[in-house]
Structures are given as C-alpha cells and as structure tokens.
T-cell receptor, first 113, second 114 residues
C-alpha cells in the first residue's frame, strides 16, 4: 500500500519568514495530493491540493509543488503569520473522488512573533 | 449549515464494553470515512463507504465495524474496545460526482479506553 513520509515533524519560524514542509510517497499510481491544516483542538481542513498533471499550484501565500518522477511534493508558506501556527498534514491518493487518503505523520509549525 | 457531526465528543470507557460513535452529514455526500489520529502517525483510515450498504476496509480496520444503512449516517462500532483503541477519531465525508472532492471532517471524538 501507499506510504507517505513527512518532514520535518516540527518547524519553528520567525513571523514573516517562509516555511517549507516536504513529503514523499511510495505508490507511483498516486495522483492526488491534498494538504490539511489542523489548528489546536480543531478538525483538519483542506488548504490546498494538487493533481499529478500539474507541477505547481498557488493560493495567495501558500503553494504546493509536485515532482512525480522523484515522488515528492512540498508545501510552501510565505510571509508566515501567527495564525499559520498549526499542524499540517500531507496526503496522497490514487484519485481525487472517493479518495482513500494516506496521510503523512504531520508537521507542527510554530510562527514566533 | 453544511456540516459533519459526531457524537459523543468525549468518551471514557472500560475494556470490553461495546460502544458506538455516530457520524452524520447533511451535505448529501456519497463518500464517508473514519480515521483515527495518533501522535506522530497522522490520520489513518479505518473504514470507508462509497454509498449506502457499500463499505470497505481502510488501513487499520481491526477491532472496528461500520454500517451504512442511510446515506447521511456512518456509525463506528467498537464491539470490544481495548486500550490500544484510545485515540482521537474523525469522521469525514465528500462528494463522489461533483467537484470539489474535498473531504469535510467532523469535530472529532476523543476516546479513552481503560
């Protein structure tokens, strides 16, 4: 089955700096890669996703890049703000709909003011 | 308001005492799923359902049962809970035929088995 590894497990950045989280996956058939943000005590929420026919996707201060050959994808947060502090999860799936998501272990991001 | 609800939100129980965690969604989603969240392990899928009466195992199904008798409900059943099932549980739902296919998560159920 699919295995997703996520690094780092914790990340501390100064407000205004960039944060990068990296994930690798094992199943070459995976083609849908969502990222979820989970604030303390709350449910995970989708923040951005990418499909295998796209190499990069941006949404304001967040962007995701995908390298299918190397089987890794990354989340980039620019100009970090205190409200970006949360746990971020990457995931991989063979399809977007009815997706059996396999999650990475999570990255706890702390943005220091 | 479109939402996924779970009950109870918190539960402390003893080994072997059967329990059910309910999950309900009001978005007419075909797909529903249960995950457990443990530190350092992310979220792991327990069971999922593509439609009424259609369920399948996820990555960690041992010790759990589910049923999908109605489209909106997807209860998680622990017939004989054990301490290693102490975890934070999330139900999620998503559409199958209409984009976006985003999975919407419920608020979570924190289960402690002593």
């Amino acid at each position: 089955g699919e295995n997703v590894e996520q690094h780092p497990s914790t990340l501390s950045v100064q407000e205004g700096d960039s944060a990068v989280i990296k994930c690798t996956y094992s199943d070459s058939a995976s083609n849908y890669f969502p990222w979820y943000k989970q604030e303390l005590g709350k449910r995970p929420q989708l923040i951005i996703d990418i499909r295998s026919n796209v190499g990069e996707k941006k949404d304001q201060r967040i962007a995701v890049t995908l390298n299918k050959t190397a089987k890794h994808f990354s989340l980039h947060i620019t100009e970090t703000q205190p409200e970006d502090s949360a746990v971020y999860f990457c995931a991989a799936s063979r399809r977007a709909a009815g997706n059996k998501l396999t999650f990475g272990g999570g990255t706890r991001v702390l943005v220091k003011p | 308001e479109a939402q996924v609800t779970q009950n109870p939100r918190y539960l402390i129980t003893v080994t072997g005492k059967k329990l059910t965690v309910t999950c309900s969604q009001n978005m007419n989603h075909e797909y529903m799923s249960w995950y457990r969240q443990d530190p350092g392990l992310g979220l792991r899928q327990i069971y999922y359902s593509m439609n009424v009466e259609v369920t399948d195992k996820g990555d960690v199904p041992e010790g759990y049962k589910v049923s999908r008798k109605e489209k909106r409900n997807f209860p998680l059943i622990l017939e004989s809970p054990s301490p290693n099932q102490t975890s934070l549980y999330f139900c999620a739902s998503s559409p199958l035929f209409v984009e976006p296919y985003e999975q919407y998560f419920g608020p979570g159920t924190r289960l402690t088995v002593t």
